[in-house]
C-alpha cells in the first residue's frame, strides 16, 4: 500500500488559494489519488479523484505531475466553511481503494 | 450520486448493552462495505470489510465476535456492537464501494454514528 505524507496543519484566509500537496513516493501503477475532506463528527466526503496531469471539478482543482509520486490538491477562494481536515489516499482503481490507510491528514484553518 | 447513509447517527446505551448501526448505499450497489472507528482528533482507523454474502474481514486488533458485521444485501451492512463498555464509546463510520463495478472505484462515506456508552 502505497503510503502518503501531508502537512499536518495549515492556515489561510478567506478569498485566498489554498494548495495543499501529499507526497507518495511509493504509488503503484493501478493506483488512484483520491482526496477527502472531513468536517468534525461527519463522515469524510469525497472531493476529487485523479491519475495523472490535472483534474478540476467545481470544489477543486488536482495536480498530478508526471512522476506521480506527489499530487495537489488546489482549493480556489476558500471560505471560513473550508475549515477542515483534508485526507490524500492512493488506492488500486480495480479494488475499491481496498483497506484504505488514513494518515494524519492536513487540518486546514481558514480565518476571516 | 453515490449517496451512504447511517442509522442512527447518536446512541446512547449503558455497558453490557448491545447496539447496532446500520449503513445504507442509497444510490448504488455497494459490493464491498467498509467500517472504521475514529477517536477524537484522531484519524479513521479501518476495523473490518464486507462483502455481499460473504464473512467480513477484520483487521489485526479488532475483535470479530464483539463487532458483529453482517452485510445481507447490495444496499445494507450493519455493524452491532456486543456487551458495549465504555471504552466502544466511539465515532463509527461506514463507507462502501462498487468493486468490480466501475473503474475507477471509490469509496464513498456515510455521515458516522457517535456511540456513548455510560
Known amino acids: 500500500l502505497a503510503k502518503t505524507t501531508q502537512p499536518i496543519s495549515m492556515d489561510s484566509y478567506e478569498g485566498q488559494e489554498v494548495n495543499i500537496t501529499c507526497s507518495h513516493n511509493?504509488?503503484?501503477?493501478?493506483?488512484?489519488i483520491t482526496w477527502y475532506q472531513q468536517f468534525p463528527s461527519q463522515g469524510p466526503r469525497f472531493i476529487i479523484q485523479?491519475?495523472?496531469t490535472k483534474v478540476t471539478n467545481e470544489v477543486a482543482s488536482l495536480f498530478i505531475p508526471a512522476d506521480r509520486k506527489s499530487s495537489t490538491l488546489s482549493l480556489p477562494r476558500v471560505s471560513l466553511s473550508d475549515t477542515a481536515v483534508y485526507y490524500c489516499?492512493?488506492?488500486?482503481?480495480?479494488?475499491?481503494?481496498?483497506?484504505?490507510?488514513f494518515g494524519t491528514g492536513t487540518r486546514l484553518l481558514v480565518s476571516p | 450520486g453515490a449517496v451512504v447513509s447511517q442509522h442512527p447517527s447518536r446512541v446512547i446505551c449503558k455497558s453490557g448493552t448491545s447496539v447496532k448501526i446500520e449503513c445504507r448505499s442509497l444510490?448504488?450497489?455497494?459490493?464491498?462495505m467498509f467500517w472504521y472507528r475514529q477517536f477524537p482528533k484522531q484519524s479513521l482507523m479501518l476495523m473490518a470489510t464486507?462483502?455481499?454474502?460473504?464473512?467480513?474481514?477484520?483487521e489485526q486488533g479488532v475483535e470479530k465476535d464483539k463487532f458483529l458485521i453482517n452485510h445481507a444485501s447490495l444496499t445494507l451492512s450493519t455493524l452491532t456492537v456486543t456487551s458495549a463498555h465504555p471504552e466502544d464509546s466511539s465515532f463509527y463510520i461506514c463507507?462502501?464501494?462498487?468493486?468490480?463495478?466501475?473503474?475507477?472505484?471509490?469509496?464513498?462515506f456515510g455521515p458516522g454514528t457517535r456511540l456513548t456508552v455510560l
Open positions: 485523479g491519475y495523472k
Open positions: 444510490d448504488f450497489q455497494a459490493t464491498t
Open positions: 463507507s462502501a464501494s462498487q468493486t468490480g463495478l466501475v473503474v475507477p472505484d471509490t469509496q464513498y
Open positions: 511509493n504509488i503503484a501503477t493501478n493506483d488512484y
Open positions: 489516499l492512493v488506492g488500486d482503481i480495480y479494488t475499491g481503494f481496498q483497506k484504505l490507510v
Open positions: 464486507s462483502n455481499e454474502g460473504s464473512k467480513a474481514t477484520y
